[in-house]
């Protein structure tokens, strides 16, 4: 390794994706390479992005992280899935939540057995065999043993870059604070040699990520093509605003649909999240704004941050030897809470490809079609929560219900709506429970279900469906309330 070319990593760009590449780089390789990062206090963070997945777990694991501490440094809540209210129709609501629902047998998931249940008069709701979701709804939590409770965080993502580059740089990363005046190229125009900051000064690398947010700086300026998405996705403004928590945490974050677009509420320990996604054609800012604070809570924190974006993608992440991580690379709505896990997902997969001598088109080929592969699924997964609605009021949810979608997309809701299965491919993010969880949250009800379910006697199918149910709920009236568990774990006083 001492010969190793590309010694020198520059991080352009200091967010949550420019820290989180940091640490992971500065802990898996700060021995060999020189890793700086660039970021300008002037130009600031997006300073949004709080509801997370629950991969991030192994990414805080990789780098070591005590769980309680990181916790108490971001403020953090626990957060078993989302309750998305109005999104099927006006005063609908149904939870997508991070566990699975009841038991799948090898030939067919659990919807198959409890479609059958239904047929033969069994009434309980299909939440009622989540345990994640029933915990949700009671406001509680512990730690269970084998992931017993599948969970992430609800967190302070200002204060979780902070946390990241105390570790980074204790690992040996350099942070150099500087606005980037130009980014500098070979003759030929391919590749980065150095980035040059408004003070004259010249970082040269060997290995750039652009971490510069919607600005995308560097692969911008190597011509990376951005793929529009917004006809699928056409939300395109958000307004965030912080305020006052008022009652104890729900381990839960809300998306709660209006004629526009979307409202987000996350629960933290010190203070709720609040924000407004939505639509610049059918709805203005103004208005937006009027209904997000006619909507909070408790008294607001901060003045509401206004933001712009286009759902898309660039084709190339990769392009040279510059890497796109975070909102560089495209970005989709915060729906699923997917774009921290996204910049995870490349972060990891980039020190797995790390270049071994020069950088290798093989690699960057790689890269770059496994990285479409993620956004692909997300997006349809995004896609679906628009498409199978029976909303119709104005003309937002008449153009989103009646556009045309990907055929990925359909030959997914189609199956499900026929046969009731779902099938995970390529190591795809979202799996079986989420989608029939979302499809079904929908109003996408299958017309079938696996012959393997009927086969089950009347007294085998009751014993089995009420075997889960008595568990779940003798499990959950164990457990703590949520906001008591995160202050005791977290060896803090929460608002109670
Ligand atoms: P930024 O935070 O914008 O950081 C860019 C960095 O580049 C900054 O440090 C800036 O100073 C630096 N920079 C830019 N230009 C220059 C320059 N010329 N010179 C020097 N430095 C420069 N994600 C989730 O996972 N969950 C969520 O709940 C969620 N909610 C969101 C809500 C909204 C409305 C939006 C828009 C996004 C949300 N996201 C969410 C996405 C999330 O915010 C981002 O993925 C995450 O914050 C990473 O951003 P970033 O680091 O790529 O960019």
């Known amino acids: 390794m001492s010969g190793w070319p590309l010694r020198r990593i520059v991080i352009a760009g200091g967010g949550t994706a420019g820290w989180m590449a940091a640490a992971a780089f500065a802990k898996t390789l700060g021995r060999f390479a ?77 919807q198959h057995f409890w479609l059958n249940g239904r047929e033969r008069g069994h009434e309980q709701p299909y939440d009622d065999y989540c345990i994640e979701l029933k915990t949700a709804y009671a406001g509680k939590f512990a730690h269970l043993p084998d992931n017993g409770l599948n969970y992430a965080y609800q967190l302070d993502s200002t204060l979780y870059a902070r946390f990241l580059r105390r570790l980074a740089e204790r690992e040996g990363a350099v942070r150099q604070e500087g606005k980037i005046a130009s980014v500098d190229k070979n003759n030929d125009g391919s590749r980065i040699v150095s980035l040059t900051l408004e003070s004259g000064q ?36 958000a307004i965030a605003v912080q305020t006052e928590s008022v009652g104890p945490p729900v381990p839960y974050t809300r998306a709660i649909a209006h004629d526009a677009g979307w409202r987000w509420r996350i629960p933290l320990q010190h203070r709720t999240g609040n924000g407004i996604v939505y639509c610049g054609k059918y709805l203005d800012d103004d208005a937006a704004l009027l209904r997000l604070l006619g909507s909070l809570e408790g008294p607001t924190r901060t003045n509401p941050n206004f933001l712009r974006f286009k759902a898309g993608v660039r084709t190339q992440q990769w392009v040279g030897n510059c890497v796109a991580v975070g909102l560089s690379g495209g970005f989709m709505e915060p729906l699923e809470s997917t774009s921290i896990h996204l910049i995870q997902r490349a972060v990891l997969r980039l020190i797995r490809m790390l270049p071994m001598a020069e950088v290798s088109d093989r690699d960057i080929a790689e890269f770059n079609d496994q990285h479409m592969q993620d956004m692909l699924q997300v997006r ?63 109003g996408i009800m299958p017309r079938a279900y696996h012959p393997i379910a009927a086969k089950l006697t009347d007294e085998e199918l009751n014993r089995f469906l009420s075997g889960i149910r008595d568990g779940i709920l003798r499990t959950v009236a164990t457990l703590p309330p949520h906001g008591v568990y995160v202050a005791q774990y977290c060896g803090e006083r929460i608002p109670a």
């Open 34 to 110: 020189d890793i700086t990062l660039v970021e300008s206090d002037a130009i600031g963070t997006i300073g949004v992005g709080e509801s997370t997945i629950p991969p991030i777990r192994t990414f805080n694991s990789v780098l070591g992280i005590d769980e309680a501490e990181f916790m108490r440094e971001t403020q953090a809540t626990f957060k078993l899935g989302i309750e998305f209210d109005n999104w099927a129709h006006e005063g609908d609501r149904y939870f997508h939540s991070f566990g699975t629902t009841g038991k799948d047998h090898w030939s067919a998931g659990f």
């Open 202 to 237: 010249r970082i040269e690398g060997d290995l750039f990520l652009d971490c510069t947010g919607f600005r995308a700086l560097l692969v911008g300026a190597l011509g990376a093509e951005f793929e529009d998405w917004s006809h699928w996705l056409p939300c395109d403004r």
């Open 380 to 442: 349809d997964f995004l896609i679906l929560h628009y498409k199978a609605t029976e909303r119709r009021d104005g003309p937002f949810w008449q153009y989103v219900s009646g556009m045309e979608i990907p055929e990925s997309l359909t030959q997914k809701i189609e199956l499900f709506r026929e046969t009731g299965r779902v099938f995970r491919r390529n190591e795809e993010l979202f799996q079986e429970n989420s989608w029939v969880q979302v499809m079904m949250g929908q």
